[in-house]
């Protein structure tokens, strides 16, 4: 992540605000899905997710940023504690001086407020790094330029170092802007910095070596390796000023060896008058010994296009989003399209070489950066078509990618989208042999929340441990609001949901959520953006509420959820779809079903299987969303059993949004 540097100091003499008896934190009890906040901030979630996990709900003491800042950028340090960096609310005058950074500790359920020293008092952190049992904080800090410092853990809990580093000595030739991302090497004291443009120059990739801190507490940075964006003309209008690249993301390959560290960038692109150009990603490596960046790849763009009205392909290229390197040195790279997002590309590695490093992809010697082009009818961008060997085709139905993050327990690849969208992918095998399986996605509930008016939420992954991915939501620079929650997510339920608890109270109806499926499968068949395509068994798309009374968002339980379907937008066409239900006590149950039809479909059928018995409803052309009882009845024995939902041979074509079990 990349950090603005600042130096972080407490309270007073630089010590966290201290927890008073009072304030200590109740125990929590997580569920699958688990929402920390502030007294009177967890507006009308239940105690279930839209998408149908259980959801708990934990009020925190003092939780929560001083008024007038906004988190905005989150990470997680060694002892689980969960760090979340404030910005000023433009809208908002602060209460109090700043910079600010709140500290969550899971847990004891108790969160502290560190102010940072070093930096004008309207500064904001801008990132946050892991750095062994410490955690890094770049800031900005006005007049001093952009700082360097850590927060540690002591017995009294956490502590900024007293003074931080300046860094203008590493800031670029044409000035000293924030800089963008730091990304720390693995057994190692270098870090890598990803400075952006500023002004009409382009930005650079810079690699620091970390010293001390000494016996006063001082820290040192010398700069040992730096890469200059050169002028990039535009393609678009050659006769225009060149474009501004910055370096906004760095993301480091586990498997690189710490003297020779590989690296993806993300490359942030604009034209001269602002507007924004399809963002591309480039891999480099740095050889610590020779003090020297390398090229491993062209600056590349995935190659495919945004589909127009009429669904065919526009001449708007798809760009390069967020990136994350599996622990197999495997690149996974999301699409974008302003606010929405594409399909989720895998470059493996290949006969032991970096992700990009491969013919199509590699740079050619002596080809000036500015020569590698894209074109698609009288459209051209900067970056080179690099088609993935793979691609995630369920990444398609969420909004763009917020980020993306490695489970170090199961290498599973952990998706945050626009939203509050989670869902796991996880790999199997290499090279152009894996196969892949997809869990369920989690609406978190963000729009149950509650939203000032004019505001917009925006998403950070802080990490993963534990088995449990952990994010922050807020809102958008531009939005007004101060609260913020922390979200937890128990990624073993995506893959292996628990069973769906059924009532024993006649008349009472339980429903079961078409998403929450043990059905994780995937097919694969060779596509056009990518070598081979990657399709989901159990296929889901987001649902909605804007019409509650007959669109599939009419359930049980607030908030959008999502539905089963076909990639291609019909209903699901084929292939089982499994549930894990728990009944109480034997008895009687009647099935209901919230489905979808297109009004050609006149030959769709549902089948019911459970515990011996298997029911067939007939689905008529519907043509919109409706609530289809069926009148045959199922007899359930107490104890846990397999539901199967599948569309009989040629039967196919119904969505399903979800199914009931009314106790008799």
């Known amino acids: 992540m990349a950090l603005p540097v600042l ?205 001390g801190p000494d016996a006063a507490g001082r820290l040192a940075v010398a700069v040992r390796a730096r890469y200059p964006y050169p002028r990039i003309p535009d393609p678009s209008a050659p006769r225009a000023d060149p474009l501004r690249v910055s370096p906004i993301e760095v993301d480091l390959d586990p498997t690189a060896p710490a003297g020779r560290p590989r690296f993806a960038i993300g490359l942030d692109v604009r034209r001269a008058d602002g507007q924004p150009a399809p963002r591309v990603v480039q891999e480099f490596s740095y050889d610590a010994r020779r003090r020297t960046i390398e090229p491993l790849s062209a600056p590349l763009l995935p190659g495919d296009r945004v589909a127009g009205p009429d669904r065919r392909p526009s001449d708007t290229f798809f760009a390069f989003g967020s990136t994350v390197y599996d622990r197999h040195g495997n690149l996974w790279v999301g699409r974008t399209n302003g606010l929405h997002g594409g399909r989720l590309a895998v470059y493996p590695r290949l006969a032991g070489r970096a992700a990009l490093a491969r013919p199509g992809c590699a740079p050619v010697a002596g080809r000036p950066l500015g020569e590698y082009v894209s074109r698609a009818g009288r459209r051209v961008a900067w970056g080179r078509t690099c088609r993935p060997d793979y691609d995630i085709l369920q990444a398609t139905e969420h909004f763009g990618l917020e980020g993306l993050a490695i489970d170090p327990a199961t290498g599973d690849v952990v998706i945050l989208a626009l939203g509050g969208v989670v869902q796991v992918v996880r790999p199997f095998g290499s090279g152009r042999a894996m196969r892949f399986r997809i869990g369920n996605a989690v609406d978190l509930g963000l729009k149950l929340l509650p939203l000032p008016p004019g505001a917009v939420r925006r998403e950070w992954l802080a990490g993963v441990t534990a088995g449990r991915a952990w994010m922050v939501s807020s809102y958008f620079e531009w939005s007004p609001g101060t609260d913020h929650w922390i979200y937890s997510v128990r990624l073993g339920d995506l893959m292996d949901p628990p069973p769906v608890a059924l009532s024993d109270t006649p008349g009472r109806t339980v429903t079961v959520q078409a998403e929450q499926t043990l059905t994780t499968g995937t097919s694969q068949r060779p596509g056009l953006s990518a070598r081979s395509v990657v399709d989901s068994d159990a296929y889901v798309a987001w649902c909605s509420t804007w019409i509650s009374s007959n669109d599939c968002g009419h359930d049980t339980l607030p908030g959008d959820g999502l539905f089963v379907r076909d990639d291609t937008g019909y209903g699901h066409l084929g292939g089982d779809l499994t549930y894990r239900i728990r009944v109480p006590i034997a008895g009687r149950y009647r099935l209901a079903y919230r489905i979808a039809t297109f009004p050609n479909m006149t030959h769709a059928r549902i089948e019911f299987e459970a515990a011996g018995q298997t029911v067939t409803t007939a689905v008529p052309p519907l043509g919109k969303w409706t609530t289809l009882h069926e009148p045959a009845t199922v007899d359930l024995p107490a104890g846990v059993h397999l539901v199967r939902l599948a569309p009989p041979a040629g039967d196919g074509g119904w969505a399903l949004n979800w199914f009931g079990l009314e106790r008799l």
């Open 7 to 211: 130096v972080l100091a407490g309270v007073g003499p630089g010590a966290a605000r201290p927890t008073r008896p009072a304030d200590r934190g109740l125990r929590v009890v997580p569920d699958t899905v688990t929402v920390y906040g502030r007294i009177g901030s967890l507006g009308a979630l239940g105690d279930r997710s839209p998408s149908g996990q259980g959801l708990a709900r934990a009020v925190v003491p003092g939780f929560g940023l001083p008024p007038g800042w906004q988190a905005h950028v989150a990470t997680m340090a060694a002892d689980g504690s969960v760090l979340v960096a404030g910005r000023p609310d433009a809208r908002s005058p602060a209460a109090g001086p700043g910079p600010v950074v709140g500290v969550f500790d899971p847990a004891t359920n108790e969160h502290t407020t560190l102010t940072l020293v070093g930096a004008d008092e309207r500064s904001a952190v801008i990132d946050l790094e892991p750095l062994g049992d410490a955690v890094a904080v770049l800031y900005g800090s006005g007049r001093r330029g952009p700082l360097l410092g850590r927060l540690t853990r002591t017995a009294g809990g956490w502590r900024p170092d007293p003074s931080p580093v300046p860094l203008r000595s590493a800031c670029p030739a044409h000035g000293c802007p924030a800089a963008g991302d730091l990304a720390v090497v693995p057994g190692s004291r270098d870090l890598i910095v990803a400075w952006p443009a500023d002004g009409g120059t382009s930005g650079s990739i810079v690699v620091l070596r970390l010293a």
